[in-house]
């Protein structure tokens, strides 16, 4: 297949054109593989989790998922993952839980280039740690899809592992690399993926880490995925889910006072962002209705433990981006 998707390509928007595709993959890949081994980075994201499906049902156990848990992850992630892969899906799944091994690199690391730098850099060498403990893989597969090859002008560095040694010769397997996004979630409904999975939000690479503002430390994380999971919640419960491209709670190193059970509490904040984007070039900002916005003041700050205030990010993209950091 060419890098240039032809214009007559047929769109995948029904669950019939998502099977077809399935099929034509599950051939190809087949074809592609004969019996060698393939090794996948699984995220747990939408395009990296279809991907996994793909080619479980093509090539079963010869597929290594390597599900890397660099504690940066949204509240239930990278148990889903080994709820969905490891066991729903029988996956041949290597799951690393490297927590400790990233927050001790990141302490005291406040500069967000550096940061993105240290996460990025360590997911490689922790993925590469794993690949050589395997013997006889032949192939890594990605989950790159068609706006990736759009914008492969360095932009997106840390999207999909691209520090592989030189010496490891693997051939690649890209299965939705001709894809749009939209599309990658029909097939992923169609491969019977979880629908909170397939339509997940995006998520950048370095996770939590640029949404804990300045330098990491654990409490204020803890806090952060506290927040952020009310903030998933109270948005699926009331619709809003499939209305804003992402919505995400950002939590500042600094704390001001407040008052809890009639005495002097200091916390930190946590500032909602919800936009709307088609290209993440721009965005808007979407209107959360006044009561629901008590509401989810009202749950952060009363179960999550360090948070004292609830603060709504309101600036479009230009002039803020869409992320803090």
């Not at 214009?7 to 993959?25: D, K």
């Not at 091994?101 to 850099?121: A, C, M, N, Q, Y």
């Not at 804003?244 to 704390?255: H, M, N, S, T």
């Amino acid at each position: 297949m060419s890098n240039v998707r032809p214009e007559t390509m047929e769109r995948i928007t029904t669950p019939a054109l998502a099977e077809a595709f399935i099929a034509e993959q599950v051939a190809l890949i087949r074809q592609q593989v004969g019996d060698k081994k393939v090794l996948l980075a699984l995220s747990g994201g939408v395009d990296s989790s279809v991907v996994a499906a793909l080619l479980i049902k093509a090539i079963g156990k010869q597929l290594v998922c390597v599900h890397v848990n660099h504690g940066l992850m949204r509240k239930g992630e990278s148990e889903q993952v080994i709820e969905v892969f490891g066991k729903a899906l029988d996956a041949n799944l290597v799951y690393v839980d490297a927590t400790d091994r990233f927050l001790d690199l990141l302490k005291d690391v406040s500069d967000p280039e550096k940061k993105r730098k240290i996460i990025g850099g360590e997911f490689i060498k922790v993925f590469d740690e794993e690949a050589a403990k395997l013997e006889g893989i032949s192939f890594l597969a990605q989950g790159t899809i068609y706006p990736d090859i759009l914008e492969s002008d360095g932009v997106k560095a840390h999207h999909n592992v691209g520090g592989l040694p030189e010496d490891m010769e693997m051939e690649l397997v890209e299965p939705v690399k001709l894809l749009y996004k939209d599309e990658v979630r029909v097939v992923g409904d169609a491969l019977g993926l979880p629908h909170n999975m397939v339509y997940r939000q995006p998520f950048p690479g370095p996770g939590l880490g640029v949404r804990c503002l300045g330098a990491i430390t654990r409490d204020r994380l803890a806090a952060l995925r506290e927040a952020d999971a009310i903030l998933r919640e109270e948005f699926d419960k009331s619709g809003l889910a499939d209305k804003v491209w992402q919505y995400f709670i950002a939590v500042p190193d600094f704390k001001s006072v407040g008052v809890r059970d009639g005495k002097r509490y200091e916390g930190w904040p946590a500032i909602i962002r919800a936009v709307n984007t088609t290209d993440a070039m721009t965005a808007t900002i979407e209107e959360i209705p006044y009561s629901l916005l008590h509401h989810i003041t009202d749950r952060i700050t009363h179960e999550v433990e360090g948070i004292n205030r609830v603060l709504l990010d309101l600036t479009p993209k230009p002039i803020g981006t869409i992320e803090w950091e």
